[in-house]
């Protein structure tokens, strides 16, 4: 079982920079790959960025953050980070962190386990 508690989360204005934290409870953190998640008012859930197990040598985002966003991991703090720069209004939405116990990148929501409760990030033009 793991716990998942999202926090950063704020108003900011476009082209500005938030960073989001993941704290995960147990001590498996590290076995996990880790994800994060969005979903804005009237839309599905989408994918982020995925972040491997262990090391987390392997990072993958969607196109639409790629060069804005970077994800990283603490296995020590248990704890994964999303590090959001140039923000856009589109950006707009509560952002959920999802642990996967499984071997591949996954970018589909039904493959995640465990998810957060998430942490509303609002960007104003």
């Known amino acids: 079982q793991v716990q998942l508690v999202e926090s950063g989360g704020g108003l900011v204005q476009a082209g500005g920079s938030l960073r989001l934290s993941c704290a995960a409870s147990?001590?498996?953190?590290?076995?996990?790959?880790m994800g994060w998640f969005r979903q804005a008012p009237g839309k599905e859930r989408e994918f982020v960025v995925f972040?491997?197990?262990?090391?987390?040598?392997?990072?993958y985002y969607a196109d639409s953050v790629k060069g804005r966003f970077t994800i990283s991991r603490d296995n020590a703090k248990n704890t994964v980070y999303l590090q959001m720069n140039s923000l856009k209004p589109e950006d707009t939405a509560v952002y959920y962190c999802?642990?996967?116990?499984?071997?591949?990148?996954?970018?589909?929501?039904?493959?995640?386990?465990?998810w957060g409760q998430g942490t509303q990030v609002t960007v104003s033009s």
């Open positions: 972040i491997s197990r262990n090391g987390g040598g392997s990072t």
């Open positions: 999802a642990a996967d116990p499984g071997l591949v990148v996954t970018t589909t929501p039904q493959r995640y386990r465990y």
């Open positions: 147990g001590r498996t953190f590290s076995s996990y790959n």
